[in-house]
């Protein structure tokens, strides 16, 4: 097994509040063997506590969920009122999930429980990521060649940028906390701009005339940003250009800022949507694979038989959500291979046809060269479908929908105004739809999971995020555009694959069943006994654990060396990861099955396929026994295949 983290090699100041000497060097030692060191500093009661937070700067907060003379969401309070940026993050000695969620809705970064301690290093390169993000944001806007000042609904300057000091020819002071009204000449100008900003309309282009101190007026064009949450006004951004400009020279600033703050969102949602998953995974597992022996155990003339047929194809399909929740993580271990996407639409086509039905027309454009993308083998039909899904409900009336693929080079120019592309040879597959277009408030939240439009009356739910996610994933770029009257079109940019051998699936064993010894280690007992009964009906001998710890005494116990181990990535006291690197110091030969209700990414794990492999929950009797025989190799001919 190889195990591989993103080594970050930097030096970081925390402050630790009430956790004990151990906690602290547990902590430091999992962020060390990440190439992240601590610089600690603890604090034990409220007074050390703001002590610090008045006296010292800090990269991160770490604290307990209880401190003498506050409670930790109190601490988190003092945190937000002296540093409202400061990443804290909750290490709790429970792993509820209910803490966390109203931890992180009271404005915590993350929460981690002692018992998932390896979750930190993510939760804290999470953190720093956004903190640099946030300071490049910061710099981006001190230096934009546009006059930038943020106001509040009340109409109170809360920021202004170096440009915007300098048309003003003011000193920050002088402007921070003053009414929008003192910068202008004319007193309607402002009431204006606060009467559109807070019926949530933007300004796109007003003329006006700034006031300067020294009694001088300064002609320039006026257009806001407006910043929601919840659908609520949170702030807004006045942009300030000088009338003899060209207006272009916003557009590459604004445009950078939309997709930051997109990016940021998404990665919420992803963190959000992987913890739900994970539950949901262990559950529908056992719906699966009980559902399955009922179903086995059936005659087929048993009036029950269709009944438990419908369950398994409802926990099926619940199943198919569960996955596309962890693509929008974009942190799942995936196995890319290049894919043709032409190949991927024609072979689509007649099921695309009776999808879409009779009153749309299905036009494709194909370019005849064009290039193989790398894609996971999930995920070409996911792409195809959601677009096809998307334009279909987007002409109720019907209409026509275009898909295009072609081989486009993308230059430096463009690729600085679109995040995650790099200059070079991409592929990009259109869709435009012949539907009425869309407003440009619903295209900004597009991506978004569940996203209903402004009247309510239109809604995503999760296969844009899923396609979101996917495009992420292959380093490309997703924009969705609409010019009004003309329709909707998503254009997807993919980077071409490094070989053109298009790589074949694994082929499925001669044989499910086997005779060997099996090390089966998972921390949730109900999938623990369904995954021992399912092996056992396959003729394995299996050795149940409890945890990583149980399974280490058990093979101390065992004379016969184990042939594998199935484990749990996500355990108490110690991963599945660690459990394999410790058998393997008295086993090398030792072979690995990995299974995870948990986006696992292939930063943390690189499967070795000759010894490793990876099966994400939920999965089916079927799926864990081909794994085995692809790990194990040739099995016999007794037991039951499935």
């Not at 479908?385 to 209409?399: E, Q, S």
């Not at 899923?466 to 770029?477: E, K, S």
Request: net charge negative.
């Amino acid at each position: 097994m190889v195990v591989r983290r993103v080594v970050m090699k930097t030096d970081i100041h925390v402050l630790y509040l009430n956790l004990s000497d151990d906690d602290v060097q547990g902590v430091c030692r999992v962020l060390s063997d990440a190439g992240i060191r601590c610089i600690p500093l603890r604090a034990s009661t409220r007074e050390e506590f703001v002590t610090a937070l008045e006296s010292t700067l800090f990269d991160l907060v770490f604290s307990d969920e209880r401190v003498p003379g506050l409670t930790g969401l109190e601490a988190l309070t003092l945190v937000r009122e002296r540093h409202p940026h400061l990443p804290f993050i909750f290490i709790t000695s429970s792993p509820s999930h209910e803490l966390a969620v109203e931890a992180m809705k009271s404005g915590a970064t993350d929460s981690v429980s002692k018992q998932n301690i390896h979750r930190l290093v993510p939760a804290v390169e999470r953190a720093l990521q956004r903190t640099r993000i946030r300071q490049e944001l910061s710099d981006l806007f001190e230096s934009a060649p546009v006059g930038m000042v943020w106001f509040n609904p009340a109409g109170l300057v809360s920021r202004v940028n170096q440009t915007g000091l300098h048309m003003l020819r003011t000193a920050r002071e002088a402007v921070i906390g003053k009414p929008l009204s003192d910068l202008f000449t004319e007193p309607g100008t402002a009431k204006e701009i606060l009467q559109k900003v807070r019926q949530q309309e933007n300004v796109t282009c007003a003329e006006a005339w700034l006031q300067c101190p020294d009694a001088t007026m300064r002609h320039v064009f006026v257009q806001t940003t407006l910043f929601c949450q919840d659908k609520q006004l949170v702030s807004a951004c006045c942009w300030i250009r000088d009338a003899a400009e060209p207006d272009e020279a916003s557009q590459p600033l604004k445009a950078r800022e939309t997709e930051v703050r997109q990016i940021q969102t998404m990665e919420a949602i992803g963190r959000f949507a992987g913890g739900i998953a994970h539950d949901f995974s262990n559950i529908l597992t056992e719906v699966l694979g009980y559902g399955r022996i009922v179903l086995d155990g059936l005659s087929g003339q048993s009036p029950l038989r269709d009944d438990v047929e419908k369950i398994i194809r409802a926990a099926e399909k619940a199943s198919r959500i569960t996955k596309q929740m962890m693509t929008l993580t974009r942190q799942q271990s995936v196995q890319t291979a290049p894919v043709d996407l032409n190949i991927v639409i024609q072979n689509l086509d007649k099921l695309l046809r009776r999808v879409l039905g009779d009153n749309i027309q299905l036009v494709t454009e194909l370019a005849s060269d064009l290039k193989p993308v790398p894609m996971d083998a999930s995920w070409p039909e996911q792409v195809i479908m959601n677009l096809v899904l998307n334009a279909r409900d987007m002409m109720p009336k019907g209409g026509t929908l275009t898909l295009e693929t072609s081989n486009v080079a993308l230059d430096a120019e463009f690729c600085r105004k679109h995040a995650g592309l790099s200059p070079g040879v991409h592929v990009l597959l259109s869709a435009q739809d012949s539907g009425l277009g869309t407003d440009p408030s619903v295209l900004e939240h597009m991506f978004e999971p569940f996203y209903l439009s402004r009247d309510g009356d239109q809604g995503n739910g999760l296969g844009l995020s899923t396609l979101y996610g996917i495009v992420q994933q292959c380093h490309g770029f997703i924009e969705a555009r609409s010019p009004r009257g003309k329709g909707t079109e998503i254009r997807l940019y993919l980077p071409i694959a490094q070989t053109a051998t298009v790589f074949a699936p694994a082929t499925k064993p001669a044989t499910l069943s086997g005779t060997e010894l099996i090390l089966l280690v998972e921390d949730e007992e109900a999938v623990l006994h369904l995954a021992a009964r399912q092996l056992r009906s396959l003729g394995y001998t299996v050795v149940e654990a409890r945890n990583g710890n149980h399974a280490l005494r058990l093979c101390k116990e065992y004379a016969q060396p184990f042939h594998l181990v199935v484990s749990d990535v996500v355990m108490p006291q110690m991963d599945g990861f660690e459990l394999v690197r410790q058998l393997r110091q008295a086993n090398p030969d030792l072979r690995a099955l990995f299974i995870s209700g948990f986006p696992i990414s292939r930063s943390e794990f690189i499967p070795d396929g000759k010894r490793d492999d990876l099966l994400m929950k939920p999965f089916t009797n079927s799926q864990l026994a081909q794994k085995l025989r692809q790990l194990l190799g040739p099995g016999v001919s007794r037991g039951r295949n499935l």
